[in-house]
Each structure stands twice: as structure tokens, then as C-alpha cells.
């Protein structure tokens, strides 16, 4: 009976829908400020500045994009003076890790307010409680789908 339900609401065509409309209106943000980088370059800083010196590994799990992507990300980032790379002194190998610059996270803290007004926007007519319960619910099945996918990068 709650397959059906799930079944018949379209549970993945609209988490699917979602996230391409907030991609598309994300998008259109930057261009309508003319921010100097993407929404994904966005994630990858932000992300940095939350964890700075991160593999590039680990920043592709981080930001579900795959190594070419999250590799050229990085590099148009680095182009532009937005974060630098390091080899890891503490690995045998050569492997570089990420670190967000101080232009980096000017830019990033330039951006962030229209990326919280772009949310509270998306989330307009919806209660907090409502909110708190949906994270909850897209945190349980996140957990199910982590327990069930196997990553690779």
C-alpha cells in the first residue's frame, strides 16, 4: 500500500524536478548578478570553507560530482585565484590537497546572502516545522540510499 502511494505521488520524478528547477533558478541568479563564478564553483568553495584541504577525492563525495568534473572545476577555480593545491607532505604519493583561498572566500562570502535569499525564496509559504520535518525525512532516506549505493570516484 505505501509502494502504490509513493508509487502514484511520483516520489523521484519530483525530487528529481526540484532539484533541476533549483539548479535552473540558481543559475539564472548568478546571471541576473553577475557573480563571478557558477553555482557548482559555489559548492566547491563553500565547501572548502566549511572543511579546507580536502582531496580531490573527497571533495567529489562531498559534492557528488564525478573526478572530471570536480577536477575541472578545480581548475578553473585555481585559474582564477579562488583556491590553490598542495602536495600532502604526509602521503608517499603525490597527491595534492584543496585549499580555499582568501579571494576564494571573499567571493564565496559575497555570493552566500543571495544563495540564502535564493532558499528562503524557494522555501516562501513553509513553515519552519514543515521544513525541519522534510530535512528529517530526505536525512532518512539518504541514510537508506547510502546503505544501498556504492560510490565511486
Known amino acids: 500500500m505505501e509502494q502504490e502511494i509513493l508509487l502514484k505521488q511520483k516520489l523521484g520524478l519530483r525530487l528529481s524536478r526540484i532539484g533541476l528547477l533549483s539548479k535552473i533558478f540558481a543559475i539564472q541568479t548568478f546571471l541576473k548578478y553577475k557573480f563571478e563564478i557558477t553555482p557548482e564553483q559555489f559548492t566547491v568553495l563553500n565547501t572548502l570553507k566549511e572543511k579546507n584541504g580536502m582531496y580531490l577525492r573527497q571533495m567529489a563525495q562531498e559534492t557528488l560530482k564525478d573526478r572530471p ?28 590537497k584543496i585549499y580555499i583561498t582568501d579571494k576564494g572566500l571573499k567571493v564565496c562570502n559575497t555570493v552566500l546572502p543571495t544563495i540564502l535569499k535564493m532558499w528562503e525564496n524557494i522555501s516562501e509559504n513553509v513553515s519552519v516545522n514543515e521544513i525541519n520535518v522534510f530535512l528529517e525525512t530526505l536525512n532518512k532516506m539518504e541514510e537508506n540510499l547510502k546503505e544501498k549505493v556504492i560510490m565511486q570516484n
Open 69 to 96: 568534473n570536480i577536477t575541472r572545476i578545480v581548475s578553473i577555480l585555481e585559474g582564477k585565484g579562488y583556491l590553490t593545491t598542495a602536495s600532502d607532505k604526509e602521503e608517499k604519493r603525490l597527491v595534492k
